[in-house]
């Protein structure tokens, strides 16, 4: 049982990577061929360009890991069936079932590897890839926020003209302190820093409005601090980047502030967060996919059997940019964007499985 288990992994793994390799290297030099005209205009240095090459192949590597684990299995099971290797297989008292189940756990441990991949590799690729881009190609290499606006739920809103990146400073703030829908406190001040030691913001020059009744009483200080007031400085610059691009505890913190202030664009950003959350489990569903088939086909089982399984991997992605489109449009929860295509795709494979065995 050990040899064979070793022999199932080990030749969908060697599969798997080649192509792997294969597809992402393709997808890289789409890229880079489409930039071609910018790379020989720009001069662009030789150690940037293959920085710039290396930093896109984490994510062309997540893109294409389910089509490639999908092949990668059907390629093995339906070899074993074109080449005999199933009779002795099953002739031992190995059971098909049995023949499997090494797959589905790969699958689940591929699927985990995915997601701890993606989080702490695959973000970080891009938004270098992306700077890198920027500095390469773009018109500007800045990477500062202009006109934020930010909420919590201790009732603080403000307004800051920019936010940057360099110095980690906001310019221009305007903090306003409301109670029961009242404004009690407005700041107005020429910059902003965060403290780190303290865990808040520091207003430089500011003044100070105080509303009392139907009188404001106003401050003039140097430096204005307001200790209730803590959002850290990358939640400034996360505003004009993708919620796709985020670190989780970023993301999560900017889709608790959305749910207070802004229900339809939380909708969309959640319908994203939980579609990168999910990504990962396609290796899972697509495998399953390819456990299930039937393989029983009198000739040609390598062709049938990936025409098959790229059939229904087909419907899963539709299925899939089906949901998010209505995920994005609060058709349905962000949730079921990620729930609703796993579903379909398994209880399709099943149907297709259960009739193929009664053909």
Do not use: C
């Amino acid at each position: 049982m050990k040899i064979l288990t070793r022999y199932t992994i080990s030749s969908i793994l060697r599969v798997a990577i080649v192509t792997l390799l294969i597809f992402a290297m393709i997808l890289a030099a789409v890229e880079l061929f489409s930039k071609m005209d910018q790379i020989m205009h720009s001069s662009v240095p030789v150690p940037s360009l293959l920085e710039y090459i290396l930093l896109g192949l984490p994510e062309y590597t997540m893109m294409v890991a389910s089509i490639a684990f999908l092949f990668s299995v059907t390629y093995f099971l339906s070899t074993l069936t074109a080449n005999n290797e199933m009779i002795p297989i099953l002739n031992a008292g190995v059971s098909p079932l049995r023949l499997r189940i090494p797959i589905i756990v790969l699958a689940v441990v591929l699927t985990i590897l995915g997601s701890l991949f993606q989080e702490h590799t695959v973000i970080a690729a891009i938004n270098r890839h992306d700077e890198l881009e920027t500095e390469l190609f773009g018109a500007s290499s800045t990477r500062d926020s202009r006109n934020i606006v930010l909420t919590d739920e201790d009732g603080y809103l403000i307004y800051t003209q920019r936010f940057s990146e360099s110095s980690g400073e906001i310019y221009n703030p305007v903090l306003v302190k409301s109670g029961d829908g009242i404004i009690e406190t407005r700041v107005e001040a020429d910059r902003a820093r965060y403290d780190e030691e303290k865990g808040w913001w520091i207003f430089e020059n500011a003044r100070v409005y105080s509303v009392k009744g139907r009188d404001v009483e106003t401050e003039y200080v140097a430096e204005y601090e307001e200790p209730l007031f803590d959002p850290e400085p990358r939640l400034f610059r996360s505003q004009n980047t993708s919620i796709e691009t985020m670190d989780r505890e970023t993301a999560e913190d900017y889709l608790s502030r959305l749910w207070t202030s802004d229900r339809t664009t939380w909708q969309e950003k959640a319908t994203d967060y939980y579609r990168r959350q999910g990504a990962p489990l396609a290796i899972l569903v697509l495998i399953f996919i390819s456990v299930t088939m039937n393989y029983n086909f009198k000739k040609n089982v390598l062709l049938f059997s990936v025409i098959q399984s790229l059939s229904i991997a087909v419907i899963y992605y539709v299925a899939d940019m089906v949901f998010s489109i209505m995920g994005h449009q609060g058709a349905v929860t962000p949730l079921m964007t990620v729930i609703a295509p796993l579903v379909l795709t398994v209880l399709l494979s099943l149907v297709i499985s259960l009739l193929g065995r009664k053909i």
